[in-house]
């Protein structure tokens, strides 16, 4: 799935190449693409026409196109989740579809933006403008999410307490989106590896500057992955113009069993943890002994 670093790279391609412009006509190619839009398809043709992106944001892993208004002022936004596989490409008319191209929107300067999921579990919906906690206003579906690392306005102060409040695994809190946005399976691995912390820690026993010290981690290996246009291992994962990120050449952690750990030597172990994969140095990230509040990874 496509981790934050990757949604910010396109969002600031969507930023440069289609707001402002005018909506001639939009396509809806499969049903299952606006599947979260309950009015359906039509009405998101219907309502699309003639309006203009007039911003392009993202909390966490999620994107939303800011339409205009009569009055001026942001209400409603087209929120875009790309799920496993979702791309959001800028192509001239005349660039040849793409196979799995599931909403097209013809703009009237002359470029497309076209919506391709090949898995199609991503998907488009039409969302009402809120205000959420902290005075942020997002779409009414994800007003629940918290703020990410790489937020300006992201209180790490705040979001240590609410991890020192948990008996849960650190690991499973850092993808809670609900306590921290953004941080998915990669970028958990490679701040735990950082700071010299097994996930599988309990928040609780952790002390406030550990903590800290991880949240920072997280923000500073995806502004790392950020500046190198993110963290590729699937060729479906490209920016607005088709581009690969190649972060993936920097990892310390994730995908690295039976390598040697950089930092030390010993060889990175692969567990399984919540149908995934955790990737860590067992010399530098000692796996903690099994207590009572902790469950298995």
Same mark, same amino acid.
């Given at each position: 799935m496509p981790e934050l670093p990757e949604v910010e790279v396109v969002r600031l391609g969507l930023e440069r190449h289609i707001l402002a412009s005018t909506i001639n006509h939009v396509a809806v190619l499969h049903p299952r693409a606006v599947r979260r839009h309950v009015p359906g398809?039509?009405? %998101?043709?219907?309502? =699309?026409?003639?309006?203009q992106f007039v911003a392009a944001h993202r !909390? @966490?892993?999620? =994107?939303? =196109?800011?339409l205009?208004?009569?009055? /001026?002022? @942001?209400?409603?936004?087209v929120l875009v989740h790309l799920g496993m596989s979702g791309q959001m490409l800028v192509q001239p008319p005349n660039v040849a579809r793409e196979?799995?191209?599931? %909403?097209?929107?013809?703009?009237?300067?002359? *470029?497309? +933006?076209? &919506?391709?999921?090949?898995?199609? &579990? /991503? @998907?488009? *919906? *039409?969302?009402? =403008?809120v205000p959420s906690h902290g005075g942020a206003i997002v779409p009414v579906p994800i007003t629940?999410?918290? !703020?990410?690392? +790489?937020d300006p306005l992201c209180d790490i102060d705040q979001v240590v307490e609410v991890m020192r409040g948990k008996t849960s695994e650190v690991k499973r809190l850092l993808l809670d989106q609900t306590v921290v946005s953004g941080i998915g399976n990669i970028y958990a691995d490679e701040a735990l590896w950082r700071v010299g912390m097994h996930g599988a820690r309990i928040a609780q026993t952790q002390s406030r500057p550990k903590l800290r010290r991880l949240i920072h981690a997280a923000a500073d290996v995806m502004t790392e992955a950020l500046a190198q246009? /993110?963290?590729? &291992?699937?060729? +479906?994962?490209?920016?607005?113009n088709g581009q690969s990120g190649y972060f993936s050449r920097s990892l310390n952690a994730y995908g690295?069993?039976?390598?040697?750990?950089?930092?030390? /030597?010993?060889?990175m172990r692969r567990e399984s943890f919540m149908n995934r994969s955790s990737f860590y140095c067992p010399r530098c990230q000692p796996r903690p002994r099994r207590t009572s509040n902790a469950a298995p990874a």
């Open positions: 398809a039509r009405d %998101i043709e219907t309502r =699309l026409q003639g309006r !909390r @966490g892993k999620y =994107l939303w =196109l800011e205009d208004s009569p009055s /001026g002022a @942001g209400e409603e936004s196979a799995h191209a599931r %909403i097209v929107v013809s703009l009237a300067n002359g *470029m497309e +933006l076209r &919506f391709v999921d090949q898995r199609t &579990f /991503g @998907g488009w *919906m *039409m969302a009402d =403008l629940h999410i918290a !703020r990410d690392p +790489l246009g /993110g963290t590729t &291992f699937d060729a +479906l994962y490209v920016n607005v690295r069993e039976n390598e040697p750990c950089v930092r030390c /030597g010993a060889v």
